[in-house]
């Protein structure tokens, strides 16, 4: 595969092209290249191939925000080098024009956007992506350049004396290419962010079927000169087991694969400046479980899903429980340790005069999703114990959400009854289903008048052979009734929920249990740092799950 990337076009929430780059070759323009796009069933695929367009074309695609970005190749180029492409690109704008990364920003910094794409991309072949090293290629005028750009100041140089100041430092500097040159900062720092995704599947008797942890380590280095750092991890099993535990791990560019690989648990790099991302990693918690003295998975949340109650089996309940969570321990004392948020203390398991720390995890925004079927006409009752329900007819959704304040406070177990109606039906209009007459709506019955012409009659009103009559039916009779009550039954128990679904995230703490032993800065190893000079160092922990732990019904 020796092909090249031909063109990038960038498209705003109206579809229109705000920004077209050729490399190569004499691609498809703008204009004809959207339509052909389009016209692919949504969701369109990462990669499309065009056999009618002269030459046969191959499109690759990336959605950021509301932006739409189309590279185009007629010759065969590995997908997965244009897809990272494309996000290099989204990476670089942020850096240079700020995020959120907005249709208006790039129109505006037409100068900066056409420098970032030509260095990235020299050719069609792709070049430097880094944007460290974009920094020192990249010339960007801040507001006093551009007001005095035009006025010849006494020993002021001119922009061909910074472009030779620039090239004159890069070839000074060390051939890192994700670090710019002669970094200098006043106040020296490095923080540490744990930061993972959890997914958990639960069945309907609370056994998990499937749990997974997508962790990244985010790393912030405001440091001065050329840093050498070596970040050591260890878990709960122990900093051996590391290395089988952390699966599918990558790394950035700047880490030491052969120091990994002889010490697992260690990350010794020279970092760029400013915030990367520097390492990621999956980690499969039902074997993992088995490591821990409990040997079961713990959560921050448990769900229990009852349906079919009531006497037509019309109810359903959920009961949410938060739990202390196990392997949570106070906050590393000295240099490591950073707080993480404000909170309501108190909390059983959660909140505390330290919310958001290992010692006192704070859980938040928790909202809980039930999807209902189609035929689920109208929920006439919902009664939560706390926190605000409400469910949404358009996409069949019913959200529950409880505050923080209710976790803080220190309730710990949360239920939410309700009732659901279904379509109606033609024989159900006076069968006494709740949500089919007129009165479950708060309306009144309209008087009947003189058009009730056969009064009902009492039991006193019935003559000796009616009520012979009644005992000889009266089997008949209760058999109907049941089976009309197992025929609502049936009917409601196709309007009950199939899963339950929780979302919520969690300061000061990690489902894999990893955590940042230390952080070092090699002194020795360093250059254009003092040996005087000690960095602050700070980790934080956070586990984001949107809608990820599910149990099934």
């Not at 004159?168 to 002669?182: D, F, G, H, K, Y």
């Not at 409601?492 to 979302?503: D, E, Q, T």
């Amino acid at each position: 595969m020796n092909g090249v990337i031909e063109a990038l076009h960038i498209f705003d929430e109206h579809n229109h092209a705000i920004v077209s780059h050729t490399y190569a070759g004499r691609p498809l323009p703008a204009t004809q290249l959207l339509p052909l796009y389009l016209d692919h069933p949504a969701p369109q695929p990462n990669v499309i191939f065009l056999p009618n367009t002269n030459p046969p074309t191959l499109v690759y695609s990336f959605t950021h925000a509301n932006l739409l970005l189309l590279a185009t190749s007629s010759s065969e180029i590995e997908p997965l080098l244009v897809l990272e492409f494309l996000h290099r690109v989204v990476d670089a704008f942020e850096e240079f024009l700020g995020a959120p990364l907005l249709s208006s920003k790039i129109e505006q910094n037409y100068d900066v956007v056409a420098q970032l794409l030509t260095e990235m991309c020299d050719a069609g072949a792709v070049n430097t992506t880094e944007p460290n090293a974009l920094r020192d290629l990249v010339e960007v005028e801040g507001w006093v350049d551009k007001l005095l750009g035009s006025i010849n100041l006494p020993g002021k140089p001119g922009f061909a004396a910074n472009s030779a100041a620039t090239s004159l430092a890069t070839l000074n500097a060390p051939a890192l290419p994700w670090r710019r040159s002669n970094v200098r900062h006043t106040s020296n720092e490095l923080y540490a962010d744990v930061v993972e995704t959890l997914t958990v599947t639960l069945a309907p008797s609370g056994r998990p079927l499937a749990a997974f942890a997508n962790g990244t380590i985010a790393f912030t280095s405001k440091v001065s000169g050329v840093p050498d750092i070596t970040l050591s991890l260890t878990c709960p099993s122990g900093k051996h087991n590391l290395g089988s535990i952390l699966e599918l791990p990558v790394f950035h560019p700047c880490v030491r694969l052969a120091k990994w690989k002889e010490r697992p648990g260690e990350l010794s790099f020279i970092p760029p400046d400013g915030r990367f991302i520097l390492a990621g990693y999956e980690v499969n918690l039902l074997p993992f479980t088995d490591t821990l003295p409990t040997g079961n998975l713990k959560l921050p949340v448990n769900l229990d899903v009852k349906t079919g109650l009531g006497p037509t089996g019309s109810d359903f309940e959920v009961k949410v429980q938060t739990n202390r969570l196990i392997g949570a321990s106070s906050s590393s004392s000295g240099p490591i340790g950073r707080g993480g948020g404000g909170g309501v203390g108190g909390g059983r398991g959660f909140g505390g005069p330290h919310s958001g720390t290992p010692g006192a995890p704070l859980l938040e925004d928790l909202v809980v999703r039930i999807p209902l079927p189609p035929d689920v006409r109208n929920l006439p009752e919902l009664r939560p114990s706390r926190g605000d329900a409400a469910f949404n007819p358009s996409d069949g959704v019913l959200e529950w959400i409880i505050p923080t304040k209710e976790i803080s406070n220190g309730t710990s177990h949360f239920a939410l009854r309700c009732t659901v109606v279904g379509p109606v039906a033609e024989d159900d209009e006076d069968d006494g289903i709740p949500g089919t007459s007129l009165t479950d709506y708060g309306y009144e019955e309209p008087y009947q008048g003189s058009q009730q012409t056969t009064p009902k009659k009492g039991k006193k009103g019935k003559s000796r052979r009616a009520k012979e009559d009644d005992g000889a039916n009266g089997g008949g009779e209760e058999a109907r009734e049941n089976d009309e009550e197992a025929r609502k039954v049936g009917q409601n128990k196709l309007l009950m929920p199939s899963s339950v679904s929780a979302s919520f995230s969690v300061k000061g703490w990690v489902p894999s249990g990893l955590k940042v032993e230390s952080i070092l800065l090699d002194a020795r190893r360093s250059r254009g740092l003092g040996e005087t000079v000690k960095p602050y160092k700070g980790v934080k922990y956070l586990t984001i799950s949107k809608g990820g732990v599910e149990i099934r019904c």
